[in-house]
Structure formats: C-alpha cells, structure tokens
C-alpha cells in the first residue's frame, strides 16, 4: 500500500503569518505523537509572506484522518481559522523516493 501525502499552502491575512506559522509548528510538534505520521513539515517562502505551506506524510489515509478527529487537532484549527484567508491544497499518493 502506498504513502498518502498532503501539500498545501495556507494563506493568513494580512499580517497574520507568523501568528498562523506559530500554530502550525504546534500542530507539528503534536504530530511526533501521532500513530501513522511520517512527516509534518511547516514551511515559508521569502517571496510569500502571508503563506505557510505544509508537506505530510502519513502511512495512509486513515491515518490522516484520524489525526483530524483529535481534540487537539480541532483545538488548532479552531485557533487558526480566524486568521486563514485561503487553503489550496492537493492529496498525493506517494509512490517512491528518498525517505520514502
């Protein structure tokens, strides 16, 4: 069975991005305790400064959506919806690679 993976960028409002980056590294910190979670990276661009983008991997969807069903999970998004101006994202099959 193949990896699933999510890539996306979240964008904040104006302003908002190290708030919405702050949370994001919380969601990130959480994730080392959650079964199926290969990888939670949180990132940012120097050419985009209202976006963080996420990369995850997980041993498989349910995994993933497990995850969603934790209360600490609803907790943060909860805390970061206010300041969220947009989510565009992608599921993947992760098929092969380093580290994979």
Not at 1 to 28: C, P, V
Not at 40 to 65: C, K
Not at 70 to 80: F, G, V, W
């Amino acid at each position: 069975m193949a990896n699933f993976g999510m890539s996306g960028k979240i964008t904040a409002l104006e302003g908002q991005r190290d708030a919405l980056l702050q949370i994001l590294l919380e969601a990130a910190e959480a994730m080392h305790s959650v079964e199926g979670c290969e990888m939670y990276a949180v990132n940012i661009s120097e050419s985009d400064p209202d976006s963080v983008y996420v990369m995850e991997l997980w041993r498989d969807q349910a995994d993933h959506a497990a995850s969603l069903a934790l209360e600490s999970t609803k907790e943060l998004i909860q805390r970061a919806r206010p300041i969220i101006a947009g989510i565009d994202g992608v599921k993947l099959q992760v098929v092969g690679g380093k580290g994979v």
